[in-house]
């Protein structure tokens, strides 16, 4: 990998990385979705799939049949080569997701991504004694809510966007956030983005509509993308713009510096000779 920069990309999961919703996949993939369905209307979605995981145990799934048809997921090319050539050229890149670790990680690992990745925010996934699948809120909201009315209650995204913002404050370094994201979760941390950032939310779907409706709101430059070769293309053209941007910034504070040298040194003397070398004057013809 490249030298560090100062950006760091901030990816969402679901529709994003990979092209479909995981949740969705596992369900329908392994013959659940009539219940799923029928299910939908009486909770919220991470209590829904914590009731999946476990009908799909009652019903005789194992964690292997899950983890297959998790490496069957439809993700397209591009994303996979713009997250190895952000990463070459010294980005950091994060996820902040409503999957779970479960999900995320087995899928990343079977692409041959997971260690480009240097955080994963998302719901614990955790297999049991029993081999079933457990997911636990990211935000445990049956102690405490998190605060945010735009977010569901195991996930404000925004939160999450705002650590990692103060983290870099306390160290002391810049930094330029790409946030990439689909879904409607995804409006709350385009709102915590700063001047600097860049928002790139995923053409006609919820995040990109929410925006449209009051562009002003998102203080972050905004780039839309609507497939993996798009994000691929526009990404690395923000990236490059970063990098170029910084290396300008970069040589004006070295000219500053040294035009600082200058006026502190002033008038620069010829060395003076000492008088043991000197030439008496009528011996000089």
């Known amino acids: 990998m490249a030298k560090k920069n100062n950006i760091v990309i901030v990816f969402d999961f679901d529709k994003t990385i990979i092209d479909v919703d995981s949740d969705n996949w596992v369900v329908d993939e392994l013959g659940f979705t009539d219940l799923f369905n029928q299910l939908l209307p009486t909770m919220p979605w991470n209590s829904l799939m914590v009731r999946m995981m476990k009908e799909l145990h009652d019903h005789g799934k194992t964690i292997e049949e899950i983890k297959k048809v998790l490496t069957r997921i439809p993700i397209?090319?591009?994303?996979?080569l713009a997250i190895k050539a952000a990463h070459a050229l010294g980005c950091e890149l994060r996820i902040v997701s409503d999957a779970n670790t479960?999900?995320?990680?087995?899928?990343l690992e079977y692409l041959g991504i997971l260690e480009y990745f240097s955080e994963i925010n998302t719901n614990l996934g955790h297999v049991d004694e029993q081999g079933r699948l457990t997911i636990s809120p990211y935000h445990d909201f049956t102690k405490s809510s998190h605060g945010c009315s735009r977010c569901p209650p195991n996930m404000c995204k925004g939160l999450i966007i705002?650590?990692?913002q103060d983290s870099f404050t306390k160290e002391g370094n810049k930094m330029t956030m790409i946030y990439l994201g689909d879904g409607a979760n995804d409006y709350c941390p385009s709102l915590r983005l700063k001047a600097e950032?860049?928002?790139?939310?995923?053409?006609?779907?919820?995040?990109?509509?929410?925006?449209?409706?009051?562009?002003?709101?998102?203080?972050a430059t905004v780039r839309d993308w609507t497939d993996g070769e798009a994000m691929e293309r526009i990404l690395m053209g923000i990236i490059n713009e970063v990098i170029s941007s910084s290396n300008e910034e970069e040589e004006k504070e070295k000219m500053l510096i040294c035009d600082h040298c200058k006026i502190s040194v002033g008038i620069v003397h010829e060395p003076l000779v000492p008088l043991a070398?000197?030439?008496?004057?009528k011996l000089v013809k």
Not at 197 to 213: A, E, G, H, N, T
Not at 277 to 281: D, E, F, G, M, T
């Open 162 to 164: 705002e650590r990692i």
């Open 197 to 219: 950032d860049y928002m790139m939310p995923r053409k006609d779907f919820p995040v990109w509509d929410l925006i449209s409706q009051n562009p002003t709101l998102v203080k």
């Open 76 to 80: 397209h090319p591009r994303v996979i």
């Open 277 to 281: 070398l000197q030439v008496p004057l």
């Open 102 to 107: 479960f999900f995320i990680e087995t899928i």
